[in-house]
């Protein structure tokens, strides 16, 4: 058996409410920071072998102190980047007001593929393809990669079989949560999920 568990960012510094997406220079909050570390010490004991992460700076920020306490590199991986999106830099974080505005309503034409940003099948097949080689390289051992919600969503959704057109409101995937494929050689015999940081107070700005 080999497990490899996708693990969500922490909460980042977003104060003015903006959907980062790919931009850089996006950190996380005092809260996220904690939130990566209680990540890191959910996985004191377990027998990882691989760590990985999406290239951006939230993502290496919660990959940094799982690597301290297992005592690995980080490899960076491009396949599980955030989500494409055209709303990347609008001050529109979590959907506010996006139906307000008539010159957004253009995009909505689609919520299956979604005519909004990178389709959802590309999205699982690069993000699969990530745990398929994090699989490889922990091989009979766990491996962690780090990454966003709806990366780790389409992922898990296509582990268990699920469509992939969902209702983003009910999204099974918190902050510093932790989604574990098992593999039985090839096969995903089971998903689960679990919330390392849940007992941390709320803070502010969180995004994907």
């Given at each position: 058996?080999?497990?490899v568990?996708l693990l ?24 996220g ?25 939230r993502?290496r920020?919660?990959a940094?102190?799982l ?16 989500a ?13 007001g996006l139906?307000?505005?008539?010159s ?10 979604p ?18 080689s ?7 051992r ?31 995937c ?11 050689g ?13 007992g ?9």
């Amino acid at each position: 058996m080999t497990v490899v568990h996708l693990l969500r960012h922490g909460e980042v510094f977003n104060p003015d409410g903006i959907l980062y997406g790919r931009l850089p220079g996006f950190r996380l909050s005092e809260l996220g920071a904690r939130q990566a570390e209680a990540a890191a010490q959910w996985f004191v004991g377990r027998d990882i072998a691989h760590l990985a992460c999406s290239p951006l700076q939230r993502a290496r920020e919660t990959a940094a102190p799982l690597a301290a306490t297992v005592g690995l590199p980080v490899t960076v991986d491009q396949r599980l980047i955030e989500a494409g999106n055209v709303f990347e830099g609008r001050a529109v974080a979590g959907g506010k007001g996006l139906l307000r505005n008539p010159s957004y309503w253009k995009y909505f034409r689609n919520p299956f593929r979604p005519s909004w940003g990178e389709p959802y099948t590309e999205i699982a097949d690069r993000v699969m393809a990530a745990v398929r080689s994090a699989r490889d390289q922990a091989d009979g051992r766990e491996a962690v990669c780090v990454s966003h919600q709806l990366p780790v969503v389409m992922a898990a959704r296509s582990a268990e079989g699920l469509r992939l057109f969902h209702d983003p409101r009910r999204r099974r995937c918190s902050l510093a949560s932790v989604t574990s494929l098992t593999f039985d050689g090839d096969v995903i015999t089971r998903v689960q999920y679990t919330e390392p940081a849940a007992g941390l107070p709320a803070g502010h700005g969180a995004g994907a």
